[in-house]
């Protein structure tokens, strides 16, 4: 065990009502090695965040056991405390004090901690410049964005320099910059300080640039674990062909119905947008089948290409996970959507 920061045996939580019951997170076996970037990975509901509060102390199993740093969650769970930072991402925030400023709130929480003031000072000096929240470090907590208080709890978690890292989605909410600067920390963290992080996301892409194994957890039970790339072998029989097309908002609809009536098609995977450029990717029994009936029922649409593509870590997630990728293409579709309309009446 001494070569792993994390190991969970058979964890299981069952969430009961008077009424129901529900087996949350359903015997969860892992082994994280010292210094590993871990992505969980899960629809909504799976269990991610559920594990890894078991794994923080803050629920207890109903069944199993788990180690952080060789010290057990049940038996140490002070030891276990000392050992990691933890955050929740979004709804993280609500576990701050916003009648303090975000500097106030981290020398508190680095006093519960037992950081001696003047390095705890320096070292909250020094992440709140890095994460750009210098500025807005004597303002009330509650005076913050989503994004800003997900950046505080991220320092919140670091203040006592832990090893390990227990991170629920953690970029959830910040813009494009700052995510990217987030991963680039994070990623920074494992190879240069040897920090273990187990890091769950639904940025798909996000878990690909960092990860280094990655488990997939549905109904609470792990399918899957391996690497991105065994992931993506593991359903290297998905064909995919990527389209890419110009078309007004009010034509996409169209174009939809078209491909989904098609017998080669068997579901649409993706659909992105850049003004007025579509990409539209669907899942295929036979590239050479499929290219030219596509080419002939989108005949009158301006075609930019039509191209054989690998399966994207998404579509493999999704085809693993046992969620039917275009459910999940329509919802995401339906909020940007939605999204663009609200802006448009408000804007």
Not at 163 to 176: K, R
Not at 243 to 248: D, K, P
Not at 288 to 306: F, H
Request: charged share 30%; proline share 3%; with cysteine.
């Amino acid at each position: 065990m001494k070569d792993y920061a994390i190991v969970s045996e058979n964890i299981t939580k069952v969430f009961k009502g008077k009424d129901y019951s529900v087996v949350a997170v359903d015997h969860v076996s892992l082994k994280i090695k010292r210094g590993e970037f871990y992505g969980l990975l899960g629809p909504n509901g799976a269990g991610k965040t559920t594990f890894t509060k078991i794994l923080a102390t803050l629920l207890i199993p109903d069944e199993g056991e788990a180690w952080i740093d060789g010290y057990s969650i049940l038996k140490e769970p002070v030891e276990v405390r000392k050992r990691i930072g933890w955050m929740m991402g979004e709804t993280g925030g609500r576990a701050l004090y916003w009648r303090l400023s975000g500097f106030d709130n981290l020398m508190f929480f680095a006093t519960l901690q037992n950081v001696p003031k003047e390095i705890a000072e320096r070292r909250i000096r020094i992440l709140l410049k890095f994460l750009e929240l210098e500025d807005a470090a004597d303002k009330l907590v509650m005076e913050y964005s989503t994004g800003m208080k997900i950046k505080l709890m991220l320092i919140r978690s670091l203040l006592h320099n832990p090893d390990i890292l227990i991170l629920d989605e953690p970029t959830l909410g910040l813009d494009v910059e700052s995510a990217i600067k987030v991963r680039n920390f994070l990623r920074r963290l494992a190879d240069e300080l040897g920090k273990t992080i187990l890091f769950t996301s639904h940025n798909m892409y996000e878990v690909e640039q960092l990860c280094d194994r990655i488990a997939v957890i549905n109904k609470g039970k792990i399918i899957f674990e391996g690497t991105p790339r065994e992931i993506r072998e593991k359903v290297e029989e998905m064909k995919i062909v990527e389209i890419t097309l110009v078309a007004e908002d009010s034509k996409l609809a169209e174009v939809r119905e078209k491909l989904n009536k098609l017998p080669v098609v068997k579901e649409i995977t993706s659909i992105e947008r850049a003004g007025r450029i579509y990409k539209i990717r669907v899942s295929v029994d036979d590239h050479y089948t499929a290219i030219p009936e596509i080419v002939e029922t989108l005949k009158g649409y301006k075609i930019e290409s039509i191209l054989r593509s690998l399966p994207t870590l998404e579509e493999a997630f999704l085809k693993i996970a046992g969620v039917r990728i275009e459910e999940s293409v329509n919802n995401r579709f339906l909020r940007r959507m939605h999204r663009r309309r609200m802006s448009s009446e408000h804007g």
